[in-house]
């Protein structure tokens, strides 16, 4: 594909999935901003726009061996089901640590450091909506996306009407939430930057906390850019046929 300043990021990142790493070095979001292009996401990083195109250029001849091309023509059933056994479980399983570190860190050096109580309380929000959100999503909207092309659809929850444009509108807009509350935790954090003398519980915590996030930027491009778009054009196509002429 051509990569131009007006090319829409997640364009890139679904195109040449090559690209992400190089994404996640510049800062440019792909995932809940994927939509802004590379020129406005550039503008927004304060970042230079020809060197970052000509970076990105060279991922190009590799946009055919990445596992992630995979998801683009796979079945919405397996996408669904691996979202949730590598994305889902990874979340479960980083949350429940920097719980446990959050608590270690906050007994250990919260007399001398009041800012991480102040910390510790944003990350205990971020955790039970993000856990909310992971749980609506396997038990209302995955079951749905599943089971379209099969003829056999389970309902989806009232307020949608039969239809799957709110509930994907509903995660898509928890998303966006989820990458302002990431936005908050490494302004709070410097970066993920723990103070010269941090002990090795909170180098850990934070190193935690800035795995999950590399994880939720794929996690999410993955919903939005990939099974979302191809969820609803599949519901498209399903209404369209059922029409009588």
Not at 181 to 189: I, P, S
Not at 200 to 226: C, F, P, Q, T, V
Request: contains cysteine.
């Amino acid at each position: 594909m051509l990569i131009a300043p007006e090319t829409p990021v997640r364009d890139i990142a679904v195109a040449i999935p090559s690209t992400i790493p190089a994404l996640e070095r510049l800062g440019i979001d792909y995932c809940c901003g994927g939509q802004h292009t590379l020129a406005e996401a550039c503008a927004n990083r304060n970042i230079a726009l020809t060197p970052a195109i000509e970076e990105l250029e060279q991922y190009q001849q590799q946009e055919g061996t990445p596992a992630e091309m995979h998801w683009i023509h796979a079945p919405l059933k397996e996408l669904t089901e691996y979202i949730v056994q590598k994305h889902h479980a990874y979340t479960r399983r980083q949350l429940a640590l920097i719980d446990d570190l959050m608590a270690k860190v906050e007994k250990r050096h919260g007399a001398d450091h009041l800012e991480l109580f102040h910390l510790g309380k944003v990350v205990a929000v971020f955790a039970a909506e993000l856990r909310h959100h992971t749980e609506c999503e396997e038990a209302n909207l995955f079951p749905y996306i599943a089971a379209l092309g099969t003829g056999c659809l389970p309902e989806l929850p009232a307020p949608a009407k039969g239809s799957l444009t709110m509930p994907v509108t509903r995660m898509m807009t928890d998303h966006d939430q989820t990458g302002d509350e990431l936005r908050t935790l490494r302004a709070l954090t410097k970066n993920y930057t723990p103070p010269t003398a941090a002990c090795a519980s909170w180098r850990g915590l934070y190193r935690a906390m800035e795995e999950l996030e590399a994880d939720l930027h794929r996690h999410i491009h993955l919903e939005n850019n990939i099974l979302f778009v191809r969820a609803l054009e599949q519901a498209r196509e399903q209404s369209t046929a059922s029409d009588p002429a």
